[in-house]
Structure formats: C-alpha cells, structure tokens
C-alpha cells in the first residue's frame, strides 16, 4: 500500500522525486475501499494447478480480491472436470456485461500454431477488445503475452531452434517503474516455451516499454505506455517443481526435451530444485495489484 504522509512534509517531495508512491492525507481522505474485481482466463490445460498457482499470488496482499474465473466457450477443455468448469467458470456470454478492474490471461501449450489458427483466437480477441473498455489493467502471461503482442502492437513470434526452458538471469532497464518496485537488479524467472517475440519490434514500437530481459537479451517483461496491457513472456507463477513435472512428462510423451537449464543441483534430475524466483513472483503480483489496478481503477465503474 502506499504510504500516507502529510503534502507540506518536507520529504514528501524527495520521495517523490526518487518514484516512491505517496499519497497525502487530503487524497486519503477521499477514498473508500472496496474489493477488487479480478477475471481470470484460463487458458493451462491444467486449470486447478494454475488457479493455485495464481491465487496464491493474488492471495499475498492486503487486498481484497473477489475471482472469476473465465473459460472459453469456443473450445472445450479435457483435461479438467465438467463439473469444474461448470461449478467455477463463467463465459466471456456471462462476464461481458460487467466491468473488471483487473484481467489475467495465461499461457496456452499451442505456440506451434499460427494466433489466427487457435480455436479460440476470435473469442480471445473478442475478449480483449472488450477488455480495453471495461478492464484497468491486464496483466498477460507467456503465451498470453505474446498474443497481446501480436493483437494490440503487432509484434510477431518466431520460433526457436530449441525449447527455452529452465531458470534465467533477468535485469531491470529502470528501476523507477512501479511494476519492478523492489526488484533486484538481477532476478530469476522460469520459461517453458518453444518461441519468442521480436525485441526489435518492441523497441521499435512508441506505444510499448521493454522493462526487462533474460540474460540471452530476449524480452521478459513489456508494458504499454498506459498501463492497460502487461506481458510476461515467462511464468513467474510456476511453482518450484513445474519445471521438473513438464520435464518428465515430455520424456513420457516420447518428446525429446533437453533437462531445464540452472534448475536442477548439479543437473540431478532427483535433486529438489529450489524455488529461487518466490519473493519476485510475489513482489510481480503485489505491485501489479496496487499500483495499476487499486490506484487506478474507479470506485465506481459507471
């Protein structure tokens, strides 16, 4: 949360120059709380796994958040109940008469198809034009991030020789952004992916920021100049063995999949990796929560 100071403190000025959100009593005294509303498209094939994954994110904060999940009507999941879906998801039929402050779109194991070949593709950009009128802030993940890419700035994938999967070293470009607010200079971040996206199309683009890359210079984490779409082309939200369970299930599958790399002690596959990525995970969520979504969005939606 932000810190509530008096505006005649002289501090309040210095911290405002260093980038620390402050709020003066004049506008605290102006707000009322409510909760937030956040919508989830879940688009993993394992739909409890990820929904854990992320309200133990969303969970973290001193927020009130009420979920929704949202599953596509276009496609028809299987590797989850009906009586799951049916019990805790809504389609975009139901939810788009209402107003979210916030929106996630996650990840989907369908990088070797073309965006407009996807089942769903015309549902997802449904849901997206949507979103650019009734959501504050959308927050995509990996192939998510690269849809939004594609859709909104027209930036293109591209696929890999090989699949990019393990721990990487990323680095922050400015520390002053309040997405990365507490961020070390050098993080750790999991990736599982068989594309990427241009970096050159996003650096190119005036309407997209670049606030971090991986260690190999491919682009981690992008911002729209207003805030409304953020991607993440990796998955913060992994938890310590996800990597270790997809590895074994390619190997199952017959698919030749190198061991993730910097994940395994001393490339054990028997070792317990560690979860070195946790605390960013947390401080990734917190911030997008507060600072683009509960300082942003209207008490009021109407």
């Given at each position: 949360m932000p810190i509530n100071v008096s505006k005649e403190l002289p501090a309040s000025d210095a911290l405002k120059q260093e980038k620390i959100f402050v709020m003066d009593e004049d506008r605290a005294k102006t707000q009322d709380i409510r909760p937030l509303n956040i919508l989830i498209l879940n688009l993993m094939p394992e739909k409890e796994r990820t929904e854990?994954?992320?309200?133990?994110l969303l969970g973290n904060t001193p927020l009130q958040v009420n979920i929704n999940f949202l599953r596509t009507a276009t496609h028809k999941p299987t590797h989850v109940s009906p009586h799951h879906l049916e019990n805790f998801y809504t389609t975009f039929y139901e939810a788009k008469n209402r107003r979210f402050?916030?929106?996630?779109?996650?990840?989907?194991?369908i990088e070797h198809l073309a965006f407009e070949d996807v089942a769903y593709w015309d549902e997802l950009t449904e849901i997206m034009d949507w979103a650019a009128a009734n959501?504050?802030?959308?927050?995509h993940i990996c192939w998510g991030a690269q849809a939004g890419l594609y859709y909104h700035?027209?930036?293109?994938?591209?696929?890999?020789?090989?699949?990019?999967?393990?721990?990487y070293e990323h680095?922050?470009?400015d520390q002053t952004i309040k997405l990365v607010r507490g961020f070390d200079d050098i993080f750790h971040a999991p990736h599982s992916r068989y594309t990427s996206v241009s970096r050159e199309g996003i650096e190119a683009n005036p309407n997209l920021k670049l606030l971090s890359v991986?260690?190999?210079g491919a682009p981690f984490m992008v911002m729209s100049n207003d805030a409304?779409?953020?991607m993440v082309t990796g998955h913060m939200e992994y938890d310590a063995t996800t990597l270790a369970e997809e590895f074994e299930r390619d190997h199952n599958k017959g698919v030749e999949t190198n061991m993730p790399e910097n994940y395994f002690p001393n490339d054990d596959a028997d070792a317990q990796p560690p979860h070195r990525w946790r605390s960013h995970s947390h401080l990734?969520?917190?911030n997008w929560l507060n600072y683009y979504v509960y300082q942003e969005t209207p008490f009021e939606w109407d």
């Open positions: 854990l994954q992320l309200l133990r402050d916030g929106l996630i779109i996650t990840g989907a194991p959501v504050t802030s959308t927050l700035y027209g930036v293109e994938k591209y696929d890999l020789p090989e699949k990019y999967f393990g721990i680095q922050i470009f991986s260690e190999h409304k779409n953020i990734l969520f917190s």
